[in-house]
């Protein structure tokens, strides 16, 4: 089978185009608007713990001026301070418990709309077409699904643990400032403001630039490090350990590299900042002490007034940080939806019914399919496989064998006529009941990393241990699971990689066996295997596929010398069909590969 890439369909291409954080936003509201009275609740408490917190430099003002007494003075040197010192204590401890019950409220919503939209993302890619994910890189789409789902948290912490509080307890400690004193306390507050806004924004903006650099480079680097591991004894074969590693370095020097910049860059950031705050320190003490000297003030006022400026400064302090990372958090959140939106290539007909299979008769019709419009694959191809029937497919390399099981899977949606079941255009039912009905043992049979119990179990959700061994004995794999020492629990490794060949083919055909769907698919299945392997499986095949329309793609024409019907495609095209004999009697292409191959065994 060829296949092209490119050809830029909808899943293959970029994401959608670069939306603005706001857009990104407008994205996210709806998984949060679910959980709104909980955010309100939060907000309530985020408040309360403001009022609390500038509560404590009013309240500190008071201690003082209550303290400042003349030596003698007999009014309760014990009550009063007690008294207030006890509040202190108690606006102190506000302040913490309701930053804690509203973290507590707001957990589920942070939470909760992560693992939904991580849902909805890993939901979406298994939709997605063959195309797209033969064309994707697993390290890199892991890591943006990864930064993806940290980042709705990051954000939404950010957002209401750090930036709104900070404007809350700005807005009321310009209120006690303008109320309390004069306005000249606010208009430098302000002035301070927003020039430390506008100088962490700006730097922060033309920072983004090396923190994109950076993620870019870590995701090349993590890429190249999962594609080596998955490819281990390719890498074993031809003793390229070093080169892997060479190539690995080359990525976290890079890395390194864009981690020197953006680190450079926020030690500027931080100067700047620091610089801004001092000034408006300096600016705001002069006034406040200028006004203790001329008896306008009290010492309770100058450290009220102190209090209050360190209170808004140490969160200010970590805006540039919170800012970077807000815009990163939407960078990879925009990531996260943009893989939600690539449309799919193959999509389930508006109302589309449910298959409904009563024989099991399959026919392609007139069928035409390209990967690349300039290179087509399959040209006017028509054939019928009989309810109940073995019909194999046979041809060179490249002839669009392998096409015809991901064309009856719907994997891809043909270019022209039509593929039929019981008379229903696959096109024209739902994917999922057509997928219920077809069953696959592919050429090389990938496992998950789990047992050999839950690998077989996996042809059908919820069968029971007795069904599971009942299909591995139809498979003839059951005595080889009971003599390992672990049985039906034994791993089986990476893509199942402690298995030997035969037995991976014997686990495929046993889960396919508990699956039990009407139509079978076995495409080249005994291709990779020994010749002995091979016939011990060509018998479980048979067994299998007796009573099921079974389509059988091969090579090795040994395998299907007892198919009920054999179609042999050249270039896409089918140049012959008929019973093994009448092949033979007709000497045609047929005949040619036939003695060719038993040549070449001979």
């Given at each position: 089978?060829?296949?092209?890439t490119?050809?830029?369909l909808p899943d293959?291409g970029p994401?959608a185009?670069?939306?603005?954080?706001?857009?990104?936003?407008?994205?996210l509201?709806?998984?949060?608007?679910?959980?709104?009275?909980r955010?309100?609740v939060?907000?309530?408490?985020l408040?309360?713990a403001?009022?609390a917190?500038v509560g404590?430099?009013?309240?500190l003002?008071h201690?003082v001026?209550t303290?400042?007494l003349?030596?003698?003075?007999?009014?309760?040197?014990?009550?009063?301070?007690?008294g207030l010192?006890?509040?202190y204590?108690?606006l102190r401890?506000s302040?913490?418990l309701?930053t804690?019950?509203?973290?507590?409220?707001?957990a589920?919503?942070s939470?909760?709309?992560s693992r939904?939209?991580?849902?909805e993302?890993?939901?979406?890619?298994?939709?997605l077409?063959l195309?797209?994910h033969l064309e994707?890189q697993?390290?890199?789409l892991?890591?943006?699904?990864e930064r993806?789902?940290r980042?709705?948290?990051?954000?939404?912490?950010?957002?209401l643990?750090?930036?709104?509080?900070?404007?809350?307890?700005?807005?009321?400690v310009?209120?006690?400032?303008g109320?309390?004193?004069?306005?000249g306390?606010v208009w430098?507050?302000?002035?301070?403001?927003?020039a430390?806004?506008?100088?962490?924004?700006s730097v922060t903006?033309?920072?983004n630039?090396?923190?994109?650099?950076?993620?870019?480079?870590?995701s090349k680097a993590?890429?190249r490090?999962?594609?080596?591991?998955?490819?281990?004894?390719?890498v074993?074969?031809?003793?390229n350990?070093?080169l892997?590693a060479h190539?690995y370095d080359?990525?976290l020097?890079?890395f390194?590299?864009a981690?020197?910049?953006?680190?450079?860059?926020l030690s500027?950031?931080?100067?700047?900042?620091?610089?801004i705050i001092?000034l408006s320190l300096?600016?705001m003490l002069?006034r406040?002490t200028q006004g203790?000297?001329?008896?306008?003030?009290?010492l309770?006022?100058?450290?009220m007034?102190?209090?209050f400026l360190?209170?808004?400064?140490v969160p200010?302090?970590?805006?540039g940080?919170?800012?970077?990372?807000?815009k990163?958090?939407?960078t990879?959140?925009?990531?996260m939806?943009?893989?939600?939106?690539?449309?799919r290539?193959?999509a389930d007909?508006?109302?589309?019914?449910?298959?409904?299979v009563?024989?099991?008769?399959?026919r392609?019709?007139?069928v035409?399919?390209?990967?690349d419009p300039?290179?087509p694959?399959?040209?006017?191809l028509?054939f019928?496989?009989?309810?109940g029937k073995?019909?194999?497919?046979v041809?060179?390399s490249?002839?669009?064998?392998?096409?015809?099981?991901?064309?009856l899977y719907r994997f891809?949606?043909?270019?022209g006529?039509?593929i039929?079941?019981?008379g229903?255009?696959?096109?024209q039912v739902?994917q999922a009941?057509?997928?219920?009905?077809?069953?696959?043992?592919?050429?090389d049979?990938?496992?998950?990393n789990?047992t050999?119990?839950?690998n077989?179990?996996?042809?059908?959700a919820?069968?029971?241990?007795a069904?599971?061994?009942a299909a591995?004995r139809?498979?003839h794999?059951?005595d080889?699971?009971?003599?390992t020492?672990?049985?039906y629990?034994t791993m089986?490794?990476?893509?199942g990689?402690k298995?030997?060949?035969?037995?991976?083919?014997?686990?495929?055909?046993a889960?396919?066996?508990?699956k039990?769907?009407?139509i079978l698919i076995?495409d080249?299945?005994?291709?990779?295997?020994?010749?002995a392997?091979?016939r011990?499986?060509?018998?479980?095949l048979?067994s299998?596929?007796q009573?099921?329309?079974?389509l059988?793609?091969?090579?090795?024409?040994?395998t299907?010398?007892?198919?009920?019907?054999?179609?042999?495609l050249?270039?896409?095209r089918v140049?012959?069909?008929?019973h093994?004999?009448e092949?033979?009697a007709a000497?045609g292409?047929y005949?040619?590969?036939?003695?060719?191959q038993q040549?070449?065994?001979?």
């Open positions: 089978m060829r296949r092209s490119a050809l830029p293959a994401a185009a670069v939306r603005s954080d706001w857009q990104t936003l407008n994205k509201l709806p998984y949060l608007w679910r959980y709104r009275w955010v309100g939060a907000l309530c408490f408040l309360a403001k009022i917190n404590v430099p009013v309240l003002k201690l001026d303290l400042d003349k030596p003698g003075d007999p009014r309760a040197l014990l009550v009063v301070p007690v010192l006890l509040a204590a108690g401890l302040t913490s309701f804690e019950l509203r973290e507590l409220v707001f589920k919503v939470f909760g709309a939904q939209i991580a849902l993302v890993f939901r979406h890619l298994h939709a077409s195309r797209f994707r697993t390290g890199g892991s890591r943006d699904i993806g789902s980042a709705l948290q990051s954000l939404v912490s950010y957002s643990y750090s930036i709104l509080p900070t404007l809350v307890e700005v807005a009321l310009l209120t006690v400032l109320w309390r004193f004069d306005m306390y430098i507050t302000l002035t301070a403001l927003v430390y806004i506008a100088y962490t924004v903006e033309w920072r630039r090396f923190r994109r650099e950076m993620n870019e480079l870590d993590h890429t490090a999962i594609d080596a591991l998955l490819n281990y004894e390719t074993k074969y031809f003793n350990e070093d892997e190539r080359e990525g020097e890079a390194r590299r981690q020197v910049k953006s680190q450079t860059t500027m950031l931080n100067t700047g900042q620091q610089l001092a300096v600016a002069w406040a203790v000297v001329e008896g306008r003030l009290t309770g006022d100058l450290v007034v102190n209090a360190i209170q808004l400064y200010l302090n970590f805006l940080v919170l800012y970077r990372e807000i990163q958090s939407l990879d959140l925009d990531k939806f943009g893989l939600l939106e690539r449309e290539e193959v007909a508006p109302g589309a019914p449910e298959l409904q009563r024989e099991g008769t399959v392609f019709e007139q035409s399919f390209a990967y300039k290179r694959i399959l040209h006017d028509s019928e496989i009989p309810a073995t019909v194999a497919v041809g060179p490249g002839a669009g064998k392998s096409t015809l099981a991901r064309l891809y949606d043909v270019g006529g039509r039929t079941i019981d229903q255009d696959i096109r739902t009941s057509l997928r219920r009905a077809i069953g696959i043992v592919p050429q049979t990938v496992l998950f789990d050999v119990g839950y077989i179990g996996y042809g059908r919820g069968a029971t241990p069904e599971v061994e591995a139809a498979a794999i059951h080889f699971i009971a003599a020492p672990q049985g629990d089986v490794g990476e893509r990689l298995l030997s060949g035969g037995e991976k083919q014997r686990v495929a055909i889960r396919t066996l508990l039990n769907p009407p076995f080249e299945a005994t291709s990779a295997l020994d010749s392997n091979e011990a499986i060509q018998a479980e048979r299998a596929a009573g099921k329309t079974a059988v793609i091969a090579h090795r024409l040994s299907v010398v007892d198919a009920h019907q054999i179609v042999v050249e270039a896409g140049v012959e069909c008929g093994h004999a092949l033979l000497d292409p005949a040619r590969m036939w003695r060719l040549a070449a065994q001979q």
